[in-house]
């Protein structure tokens, strides 16, 4: 599993990992929860802004609550199309060693004024072009 894995840095470094898209951050707690902590570096981010979290997401407090207990650094507000564009996640060279798009989406297509489903696909493949090119400079 995951806790096993190291970085390429060398074998005793953890294993950097960034979360994008993981809206209650519950797959970011779910990931610190099955690896021994020495062996992740894990950042997880939000698309929303924390008020806006903690409003949407009612576990969200308590999540964020463990995640910070864990030493996990959190970061909000983070648009995963422009990631190269934070410092937060470039600073030391950013040099993650994986990073998960975990629930890549643009929304339901029923909420565009037609529901036209192609017009959907399209975005979201996108959504996941800029997602690929803004990730390769991290």
Not at 103 to 108: E, K, N, Q, R, W
Request: charged share 20%.
């Amino acid at each position: 599993g995951l806790g096993d894995m190291t970085s390429e840095v060398g074998s005793h470094a953890p294993l950097r990992v960034l979360t994008v898209g993981d809206g209650d951050l519950s797959f970011s707690l779910a990931l610190s929860r099955c690896t021994r902590s020495k062996a992740l570096s894990l950042v997880a981010t939000t698309y929303t802004e924390r008020p806006e979290l903690f409003e949407r997401y009612k576990q969200a407090a308590a999540v964020v609550q463990e995640l910070e207990a864990r030493g996990v650094d959190i970061h909000h507000g983070i648009d995963a199309t422009r990631l190269d564009t934070f410092p937060e996640l470039t600073a030391n060279g950013g040099g993650f060693d994986l990073i998960v798009f975990n629930y890549p989406c643009v929304g339901h297509h029923s909420l565009l004024d037609d529901g036209d489903k192609i017009m959907h696909a399209r975005r979201h493949h996108t959504l996941l072009s800029h997602f690929f090119h803004s990730a390769q400079s991290i």
